[in-house]
């Protein structure tokens, strides 16, 4: 069974810092490309960042640019997203998801539970 | 930059059809797919590929794409169905979300 569980959010001041990682199981971690995907409260889903299946390519939103690092690692199966000078609009549920591709067409086909990311003071 | 525009909401009665659209320049062109998230869960995947449904997923749910539009139909609709639905496609490898759609059921 494929699973995804989120973990490291929590409560940061503005400015700081916080590392989300996304342990993978039930599946082959390293053959599949990974995104992060956020949802404010009551707002909808917006696309974060991008890993490649071996790490070399990455992509982030104009939003967390020069910001947020996105990386994994695949002999622990996992997925990270450092995120650095929070803000308060990067307050939100953050979702892991597997990118697959059905020839020319891509979609996540399963997603995480979600980490809360709360940026307060 | 490439945006998909879908209605805020839509209202269907029980046992009838929900038709929940997807708006963006030449959107016929790519494969749209569409997901489903109920309060407090995850998006779950209801359509990729435009019309494809995944294993376990319900017959009732549909979808198209031509020209600029791309269409979720919820056929016979059930209560169940009441959830906030996206759709999604890709512009440069980057992925795109729909502005979302709330169905409600009554």
């Known amino acids: 069974e494929v699973q995804l569980v989120e973990s490291g959010g929590g409560l940061v001041q503005p400015g700081g810092s916080l590392r989300l990682s996304c342990a993978a199981s039930g599946f082959i971690f390293s053959s599949y490309p990974m995104h992060w995907v956020r949802q404010a409260p009551g707002k909808g889903l917006e696309y974060v960042s991008a890993i490649s299946t071996n790490g070399g390519n990455t992509y982030y939103a104009n939003s967390v640019k020069g910001r947020f690092t996105i990386s994994r690692d695949n002999s622990k199966n996992t997925l990270y997203l450092q995120m650095g000078s929070l803000r308060a609009e990067d307050m939100a549920v953050y979702y892991c998801?597997?990118?697959?591709?059905?020839?020319?067409?891509?979609?996540?086909?399963?997603w995480g539970q979600g980490t809360l990311v709360t940026v307060s003071s | 930059s490439f945006e998909l525009t879908q209605p805020p909401s839509v209202s269907v009665s029980p046992g009838q059809t929900a038709s929940i659209t997807c708006s963006g320049d030449?959107?016929?062109?790519?494969?749209a797919c569409w997901y489903q998230q109920k309060p407090g869960q995850s998006p779950v995947l209801v359509i990729y590929?435009?019309?494809k449904r995944p294993s376990g997923i319900p017959e009732r749910f549909s979808g198209s794409n031509s020209g600029n539009t791309a269409t979720l139909t919820i056929s016979g609709t059930q209560t169940m169905d009441e959830a906030d639905y996206y759709c999604?496609?890709?512009?440069?490898?980057?992925?795109?979300f729909g502005t979302g759609t709330k169905v409600t059921v009554l």
């Open positions: 998801a597997r990118k697959r591709c059905s020839g020319v067409s891509c979609f996540f086909d399963f």
């Open positions: 590929q435009d019309t």
């Open positions: 999604q496609a890709w512009d440069s490898s980057t992925g795109v």
């Open positions: 030449k959107l016929g062109d790519k494969y």
